[in-house]
């Protein structure tokens, strides 16, 4: 029975690996640099698209997400759907990226939501939350907690359809060129700080100032602000904020776990063919992940550097400055919802998830940091201890 059994599996296992490598020539073929010309005779149809982004052209992090989004859907699509990428300025400034997709003057863009909240204020949600939920929150509630639905009802008006385009983690609070030692201190200090947190940075008695991040080292080194948050260690180094910036506090109670968003337009989308849109959505899901392990990796990386070779001074933020932060936030929020009704729908869902969310990392990730904590040596930011 043995013997009869030999030459059917060694049929099949011939025939699947005949059929990988011919599945792997094709995909070559298919990608290949001569893929343009063959695609003209009108055997293959290209899609070109224009990307337009709210950060500066090769900006590590956030401005290697909107590229490796366009890199994932050339390449699963064949070269069939191709994405250009233009940086902040290079079509439409900063903050003209989404009217920009809305309009069709580009069909896709990279950006932060809370960048829009004049014309949707709701928009903040899918940002960062002062106090709110943290990366790993977020994306559960987006996923599988009803948010990306309701993003999707916020932005249909302008006919524009968001993915989650990535998260930063956790941010620092900033870097400040003036040492906090209490809430009197933030009094009529000028700070970069955008979306609902500058709305709470007013209200602790500090002063707002909506800059766009390729303008935050000259205006920290000019004496226009005092203060400016960026993102974390990996972009802010990349900015060269420690050479303009006395003081690198934390955490960073204004964005826990800051999203990023790629936004579609909708009729962009809808007129591809149905094997594209799901490379789209697939190619957008798969850059959201990935950002967070780049920042993840790189902000451990570049603290090292900004400790052992820039000296950085790095702080907590005083308790009293946090107390005055937190009670501003929950005045701001209050705000927001009552005054409009959308942005009431979705604070309702987004913190009566991050309330069961609490609850379970209370047992979950905040017992073992503790645990871990306790059993390993303390962690000290100083030069010496991170050499």
């Known amino acids: 029975m043995r ?37 003209q005779d009108g055997s293959v149809e290209v899609i070109e698209w224009k990307l337009v982004t709210t950060w500066p052209k090769g900006l590590p992090g956030l401005g290697a997400a909107p590229e490796n989004f366009a890199r994932r859907v050339n390449e699963a699509s064949g070269g069939r759907l191709r994405i250009k990428v233009f940086g902040a300025g290079e079509i439409v ?27 949707i ?9 002062p106090f709110g939920m943290t990366a790993q929150e977020a994306n559960g509630w987006l996923h599988y907690g009803g948010g990306l639905e309701l993003w999707r009802e916020l932005y ?42 500058g709305e709470v940075f007013d209200a602790a ?28 260690p990996y972009n802010d180094r990349t900015l060269g904020l420690m050479e303009v910036g006395d003081y690198y506090y934390y955490p960073g109670w204004h964005e826990p776990g800051a999203m990023l968003e790629t936004i579609v337009n909708a009729e962009a989308l809808a007129a ?23 920042f993840t990796a790189n902000n451990s990386e570049s603290l090292q550097i900004l400790l052992t070779e820039f000296d950085t001074e790095v702080l907590p933020l005083p308790d009293d400055v946090m107390d005055a932060l937190y009670e501003s936030s929950q005045v701001a929020i209050e705000a ?34 503790n645990v871990r904590n306790r059993l390993l040596p303390p962690v000290s930011l100083t030069a010496e201890s991170a050499e």
């Open 3 to 39: 013997e009869k059994q030999v030459l059917p599996v060694i049929v099949v296992g011939l025939t699947a690996a005949l059929v990988a490598v011919i599945a792997l020539w094709t995909l070559d073929r298919v990608a290949g640099p001569d893929q343009a010309a063959s695609s």
């Open 93 to 119: 400034p900063t903050f003209e990226v989404f009217d920009a997709v809305s309009r069709g003057v580009a069909e896709a863009g990279h950006g932060a939501a809370y960048y829009w909240k004049g014309k």
């Open 121 to 129: 204020p709701a928009s903040v949600f899918y940002t960062a939350v």
């Open 156 to 197: 249909a008006p302008f006919g524009v359809v968001p993915f989650a385009g990535g998260s930063t983690g956790v941010q620092m609070a900033g870097w400040f060129n003036i040492r906090l030692n209490s809430r009197d201190d933030l009094e009529g200090l000028k700070m970069r700080i955008p979306g609902l947190a």
């Open 205 to 232: 008695g500090g002063s707002a100032v909506r800059i766009a991040g390729g303008e935050v080292y000259t205006s920290m080194q000019t004496g226009v602000i005092d203060a400016v948050e960026w993102v974390g």
């Open 272 to 294: 591809l063919p149905e094997d594209l849109q799901a490379i789209v959505r697939v190619a957008a899901r798969a850059t959201n992940t990935d950002m967070l392990d780049d």
């Open 336 to 369: 927001l919802v009552n005054a409009d009704p959308l942005a009431k729908k979705i604070a309702a869902s987004y913190f009566a998830f991050a309330e069961k969310v609490r609850t379970y990392h209370e047992i979950s990730e905040r017992a073992y940091f």
